[in-house]
């Protein structure tokens, strides 16, 4: 039979089964044997031929007939995977019925009414897992986990999904129920030294079999994330649970295909361009599969969120809730991969994707590129979050440097593009993450030399250099809705600076440039929040000042050239008429651009630009739902600090929006932009801790206090002496302020009704750490001066050299401990994690398209 006859054949399938009005016994073989069994269309066929009208037509008018439909196509998987897919007709038949179920599920999820019906027996499913009727007598099984069961048997069908073991063709074919899966590991890696024989028709059904487990998982994209929502995503719970023997096995292959993936593979220039690579879309099914079922607290999270406003639950309550539903077995077992080649293989194998994209060739666009990066950074972020043994294996050598090179590149790349603002979250939030530990900020210490193309200016210095420099140009050439992540920019920087033990010329003047911007009295009397970003820079002077004075002559001979910034931070002035004219000369744009133009650009660079017209939209832009702030949502743990100031007081709003029902009017308006309505505009204070480094180098964490005490600054106190130490002033240990939090619901999330006024500015003012600062220039601006006079200087290198001599010792203030603000998860951002998973999984699944013009509730689709 011709494939046109074929396709015809299938269409009148489709449209007999949207004509019959009376319903079609599920005995009636012949007709249903229509949809799967005469024919050989591709998954794109079946989007084409079976239209959504049609299958929402059959959904209201026949619900019957569909509920028949999905019945008989699991139970054809199900007998196929009791089976072993012998011959080639019954493959065929496989991958027809996979197909029509990946186009027809989507539209069972988003009517609620149709929700369960894949949870509910079905007369004759017995538990073992069989469609027949001599099961009857056991428990029924539902029609989800019968499919889920046959998927998960069917990526272990020897010549179906794996590489058969029987010597010749004459052997018996093997029994899939009886056969040990992990033998049939589809790569070698973790557990598995077998490289199997490449096999792209394997390759390929494994991929379809992927895209329809894929589509079941996807129906938490059709619940609001709302407070009634406490469950786990049932079938993401009951894949990863016990009830699958193939969990290990199949948590191994997905893993191991996707780190031993080499996308450039022997290096033959346009071999990409000449052969399709079917391994590839393997690999990024894979990814999205492990990032999908790596998800511990995936329905919680909205509902803890929401419970967290509640100050009268318990935090027993809250863990209960989270620990509610069965073990992932795939999260149990990435926790428990502790050995060092298996730790190696998955760094080098996620590090080799992600510099993909960075690699230059002589010939232009001579080897692929991959496209799943946002994916690759994802399951980074569930390695690091879900196993330590691997986030301190990640630090221990420079290694972790390949990582951060790809997520400088991506955060400088997508910087003016608003459809790439979820990458700039979890670009930052990964970095903020690392940089919780010692090791990251002494791993930066080391030289960059690999030429990159990004256009930034060059430079000649360390990692460290590369990372500032990035981030000044985040700052200064970003698109506006990048300003919530300044705090978390800052904190990375703050946190790595008492081990920075050289900045370059370039570095020192781009922080230097950041606090001229931040300390304008308009920007500073701006907003509420504004004033802590002047406190994570001097706190950043402050670390490199008093910890690493000797290496860092170029930021002493900055700040020395740029002293009148910080004369006039502290002469600040607070009376209201110079607050309203200060705010009467604000600028349209929120940052200073003076001098934060470069002319020479690293080779190759290309400047960022903003999406064009058209384009999909992944953001995460505030959209008029849902508005929940978050209080409590993390444990802060506040201690004595020299240098912090108000840094530690809420500097904006944790704000999740979420879409919970789309008008008429934006139904009709949405599909060729998505809006994932989850935006992190948090206060750094909201998804971090405190921990003080002790004299042996440990983190100590000291426990919050509640006492409404106000906030107190020990650096910065009003006539303190030069020689006080911090020991003589534990009692002003830093606590949040109860007023403070009580308000800040009503005074940040209606900023028109903020006004500044003299006693706020005071109130902050006074707590400036400029003590350390303002004892170097006293000391050192007099000495460069007279060198300069008695030497008649009018080079910097002198100067520079002079400083790198001279010492401080015994001059400054007693060295304030280090402050170190570690990641800290809560439900706000695990919401948002979700969220922008499923966005981007949205986004990358397009041919076919799973799911367009479906009525996803997750996040908001809208035309641009």
Not at 266 to 289: T, W
Not at 510 to 519: G, R, V
Request: hydrophobic share 40%; aromatic share 8%.
């Amino acid at each position: 039979m011709g494939n046109a006859d074929t396709k015809l054949h299938f269409r009148k399938a489709v449209i007999q089964l949207t004509t019959k009005t009376q319903p079609v016994e599920a005995t009636d073989d012949a007709f249903w044997d229509q949809f799967w069994v005469d024919s050989s269309t591709t998954i794109q066929d079946v989007f084409a031929l079976v239209p959504a009208a049609e299958i929402r037509a059959v959904r209201e008018e026949s619900p019957s007939n569909l509920a028949t439909l999905c019945y008989k196509a699991v139970e054809r998987l199900v007998q196929a995977a009791d089976s072993g897919c012998p011959s080639e007709k019954q493959r065929q038949i496989v991958l027809n019925c996979v197909r029509l179920l990946t186009r027809i599920l989507p539209y069972i999820f988003e009517d609620a009414d149709w929700r369960g019906f894949f949870w509910s027996t079905v007369p004759g499913a017995g538990r073992a897992g069989r469609l027949d009727e001599d099961d009857g007598e056991d428990e029924a099984r539902p029609l989800a986990e019968s499919l889920l069961l046959a998927i998960a048997d069917l990526l272990f069908c020897p010549d179906f999904t794996a590489q058969s073991h029987k010597k010749s063709s004459a052997d018996a074919a093997e029994d899939i129920q009886s056969i040990d899966s992990c033998e049939y590991i589809w790569e070698a890696g973790v557990g598995f030294a077998q490289t199997p024989p490449l096999n792209y028709v394997h390759d390929i059904n494994r991929t379809e079999l992927l895209k329809l487990l894929l589509t079941c998982f996807s129906e938490a994209m059709y619940l609001p994330p709302s407070s009634e929502r406490k469950n786990l995503n049932p079938w993401v719970s009951f894949f990863c649970s016990t009830e699958n023997r193939h969990a290990l096995p199949l948590f191994t292959s997905l893993l191991n295909v996707v780190c031993a993936y080499d996308p450039v593979g022997y290096g033959f220039p346009y071999n990409h361009l000449l052969f399709s690579d079917q391994r590839e879309l393997l690999v990024e099914q894979a990814v999205q599969i492990l990032i999908v079922t790596l998800e511990q607290e995936a329905g919680s999270a909205a509902g803890a969120a929401l419970q967290a406003l509640d100050r009268s639950a318990s935090p027993s309550a809250e863990e209960e809730q989270e620990s509610a539903g069965p073990e992932n077995l795939f999260v149990n077992y990435l926790s428990r991969i502790h050995r060092e080649e298996d730790l190696s293989f998955i760094l080098k194998g996620l590090a080799r994707l992600l510099n993909n994209p960075l690699v230059q060739t002589y010939l232009p666009r001579s080897t692929k590129k991959i496209q799943f990066h946002q994916e690759l950074l994802i399951l980074f972020w569930k390695f690091c979050d879900f196993n330590k043994k691997f986030l301190f294996f990640v630090l221990k050598s420079s290694d972790v440097l390949d990582m951060l090179v790809p997520i400088l590149f991506n955060l400088n790349d997508a910087r003016a593009d608003q459809s790439r603002v979820g990458l700039m979250h979890i670009g930052v939030f990964i970095l903020l993450l690392l940089s919780g530990e010692r090791n990251f900020g002494v791993r930066l210490n080391k030289p960059f030399t690999l030429r990159v193309p990004m256009d930034i200016p060059v430079f000649t210095g360390t990692h460290a250099d590369l990372l500032i420099v990035i981030f000044h140009k985040i700052v200064t050439s970003g698109h506006q809705r990048l300003h919530p992540l300044f705090d978390c920019l800052l904190t990375v920087i703050v946190n790595i600076s008492p081990y920075l033990k050289s900045l370059s010329m370039v570095a020192a003047n781009k922080l230097l440039h950041l606090l001229e911007a931040f300390s304008t009295p308009w920007f500073l009397f701006s907003s509420p929040q504004n004033h802590h970003l002047v406190f994570f820079l001097l706190e950043v002077f402050n670390n490199i000042i008093q910890y690493q004075f000797d290496g860092n002559c170029n930021l002493v001979y900055a700040i020395i050239r740029k002293r009148n910034v910080f004369h006039q931070l502290a002469n600040l002035p607070s009376d209201m008429a110079s607050i309203q004219k200060a705010l009467q000369r604000k600028k349209k744009s929120g940052i200073s651009r003076t001098n934060s133009i470069e002319t020479v650009s690293m080779e190759g660079s290309r400047p960022a630009v903003p999406a064009e017209p058209g384009t999909l939209k992944a953001s995460l832009e505030a959209t008029p739902a849902l508005q929940v702030e978050f209080e409590n949502v993390t444990e802060v743990r506040d201690i004595k600090n020299a240098s912090t100031g108000g840094a530690s007081e809420p500097n904006s709003r944790l704000v999740a929006t979420a879409h919970v029902q789309l008008s008429a009017e934006m139904r009709k308006k949405r599909d060729v932009s998505l809006l994932t309505a989850a935006i992190i505009s948090s206060g750094i204070d909201k998804i971090t801790e405190k921990a003080q480094v002790s004299e042996d180098g440990t983190m100590v964490a000291v426990p919050h206090s509640d006492s409404p005490q106000a906030t107190a600054d020990c650096s910065a106190a009003a006539g303190g002496s030069d020689t006080e130490s911090n020991s003589e002033r534990d009692h002003e240990v830093y606590q949040a302020e109860s007023e403070a939090t009580r308000s800040r619901l009503s005074s940040v999330s209606s900023s028109a009704a903020w006004n500044p006024n003299p006693d706020w500015v005071l109130s902050w003012k006074v707590k400036l750490p400029l003590q350390t600062i303002m004892r170097l220039l006293q000391v050192l601006v007099p000495q460069v001066e007279k060198i300069c006079i008695d030497k008649g200087l009018t080079d910097e290198s002198e100067i520079l050299k002079f400083l790198q001599h001279g010492t401080l010792v015994g001059l400054l203030p007693v060295p304030h401990p280090i402050l170190i603000r570690k990641y800290q998860a809560n439900a706000g951002t695990a919401m948002w994690f979700r969220t922008y998973m499923w966005g981007v999984i949205y986004l990358r699944n397009v041919d076919p398209p799973i799911w367009y013009d479906t009525d996803i509730r997750l996040f908001e689709i809208q035309r641009i």
